[in-house]
């Protein structure tokens, strides 16, 4: 069945490195969203991106919707201690499910 | 506060007891939904609402769990005979469309 894959699962990085989530389908995506979970809280939603192709900026995050529609990517520019925390990808299933990967947890060493 | 409201936030209880969670979706939003999330994982779809309607349940959800959304606002999640599995964050979230999906603090299961 459709399965989306979220690698890596964990990331460390330094303050100020760059920090790129990816997230793999097997099959077409109609769309995608992003969340981003702070530790101890509850998922946040970040941005959804529809279109092949499709690239969208906040700030220093930049999110990617691949060509064909099966991989989607979030680029974090110089991370910050705030951007500490678990971002999933989540693509729905049907009409009323959305599923949600598994997620990478971002360490940001000061 | 005109987000989504949980409670309890926290449920510490032993096993084969019931337990119920209660959610406040944001006013006007029709569509409710109940996800789980145990420690390192991906929330997990348990149910949807559409107004009063359950249109959907995951075939993870046991017949020990039950949902309703009565008057199609505020929401309540039943689980009878609790097991350690069970032992959870219970997360609810409601939307006006099928995009953003605006989640609760959840409630927080442990089961002795």
């Known amino acids: 069945g459709q399965q989306v894959m979220q690698i890596p699962q964990y990331q460390h990085v330094q303050e100020g490195e760059d920090f790129t989530t990816y997230c793999n389908s097997s099959?077409?995506?109609?769309?995608i969203q992003w969340y981003k979970q702070r530790p101890g809280g509850h998922p946040v939603f970040l941005i959804q991106?529809?279109?092949?192709?499709e690239v969208k900026k906040q700030k220093r995050l930049t999110f990617q919707f691949g060509e064909a529609k099966k991989n989607s990517s979030l680029h974090i520019t110089a991370t910050q201690t705030t951007d500490v925390g678990t971002y999933f990808c989540?693509?729905?299933?049907?009409?009323?499910?959305?599923?949600f990967g598994t997620g990478t947890r971002l360490t940001v060493i000061p | 506060d005109t987000g989504v409201s949980q409670n309890p936030r926290h449920k510490i209880t032993k096993r084969g007891q019931n337990v119920t969670f209660r959610c406040d979706p944001i006013?006007?939003?029709?569509?409710l939904y109940w996800y789980r999330q145990t420690l390192g994982q991906g929330p997990e779809f348990l149910t949807y609402?559409?107004?009063?309607?359950?249109?959907?349940k995951s075939r993870l959800l046991s017949d020990r769990f039950s949902a309703e959304r009565p008057k199609g606002s505020f929401s309540t999640l039943e689980i009878q005979r609790t097991e350690q599995g069970d032992s959870a964050m219970y997360l609810c979230?409601?939307?006006?469309?099928?995009?953003?999906?605006?989640f609760g603090e959840g409630s927080r299961l442990t089961v002795l």
């Open positions: 979230a409601s939307s006006i469309t099928t995009g953003e999906l605006f």
């Open positions: 099959t077409t995506l109609s769309n």
């Open positions: 991106l529809v279109k092949s192709g």
């Open positions: 989540a693509d729905p299933r049907g009409a009323n499910n959305l599923f």
């Open positions: 006013s006007e939003h029709n569509r």
């Open positions: 609402f559409q107004n009063e309607a359950q249109l959907e």
